[in-house]
């Protein structure tokens, strides 16, 4: 059966959900390093990323649903837009990196928790506490000393910057729609179908691009699977079953903690060593993640009097 228990009926002692979410920023922290591989334009690397992944993953969905796949119009709809989401998400982001710098790029990409808080507020009335929004600035305070030196001293708010704003929203979405896909299907479930809904997206987005679709070389298709595999099916499928027992509006901030990773894997996979400035972020970055997870901590505990009380 794939309806799944609400985020908000988790309780806060299970430790699955949090290694999940640990799981998935690892996997995910890999990503950066597939796209500078990868020989690729941007959306073709998210293109094979995403339908590999699916194709690979078609075989135990087909067995899943077997066993009962309750798929209707009404349910469909959170996996579907939330994969069109994503499509736009590889899309903006990989494109945005040749209108202005990665920096820029990718700390106006991190804005997604901003989005997904307000979101959370705005459509699902989610109450958050002033030390939430204390947690959630010092998150996005340390992603900025991390990525933003550059655009700390250039700040230029051009073509490639919005683009990397529109990023920061369609990751937002995801995280949002996956969160209410989660009360309807299992990780597996929802995963293939988000990813057959990304592919098509991004197949359209590429078509309009004139990518070329094949001519790639051996060692690019490697990177491709490894993609597929590494920060699609493990990355996305842990954070997916995260995102079924926790709110995005925890998730999304403790994501930011994928900059500090791919920072520490980048030192002996791409030789690139962290600045003072780096390192001071990512304190900043991790102190604002625990503020954030403390104050969920604290709301569940009230929401547990409240039901208990009931």
Not at 257 to 274: D, H, K, N, R
Request: charged content about 5%; some cysteine.
């Amino acid at each position: 059966m794939d309806t799944i228990t609400p985020a908000s009926e988790t309780t806060r002692t299970n430790p699955l959900p949090y290694l999940a979410l640990a799981t998935g920023i690892l996997a995910l922290s890999f990503s950066a390093m597939f796209v500078r591989w990868a020989n690729a334009p941007g959306p073709i690397t998210g293109l094979y990323r995403v339908f590999l992944a699916s194709l690979l993953l078609t075989p135990f969905f087909v067995q899943n649903c077997r066993q009962g796949c309750k798929i209707n119009k009404s349910n469909l709809i959170f996996p579907a837009l939330g994969g069109l989401f994503t499509a736009g998400d590889f899309a903006l982001w990989n494109t945005s990196v040749n209108y202005t710098t990665a920096a820029n790029a990718t700390l106006l990409g991190n804005t997604a928790p901003l989005w997904v808080a307000l979101g959370a507020w705005l459509l699902f009335h989610e109450r958050l506490s002033l030390r939430f929004w204390l947690g959630l600035g010092l998150a996005l305070a340390g992603a900025t000393l991390i990525l933003g030196t550059d655009f700390l001293l250039h700040p230029r708010l051009g073509l490639g910057d919005l683009m990397a704003i529109g990023t920061g929203v369609f990751y937002a979405g995801y995280m949002l729609l996956t969160q209410r896909s989660r009360q309807h299907f299992n990780p597996l479930t929802h995963l293939w179908l988000m990813g057959v809904s990304a592919s098509f997206g991004l197949l359209v987005i590429n078509l309009v691009l004139r990518n070329p679709l094949t001519g790639y070389s051996s060692q690019t298709w490697l990177v491709f699977f490894a993609a597929a595999i590494v920060s699609q099916i493990v990355g996305y499928m842990s954070l997916s079953y995260a995102l079924g027992h926790l709110p995005a509006s925890i998730v999304s901030p403790t994501m930011i903690g994928q900059p500090i990773v791919t920072a520490i894997l980048a030192v002996p996979l791409l030789g690139e060593i962290p600045t003072f400035l780096q390192f001071i972020g990512g304190a900043t970055a991790l102190a604002g993640i625990y503020i954030v997870n403390q104050a969920h901590s604290k709301s569940q505990r009230t929401f547990n009097k409240l039901q208990i009380g009931k």
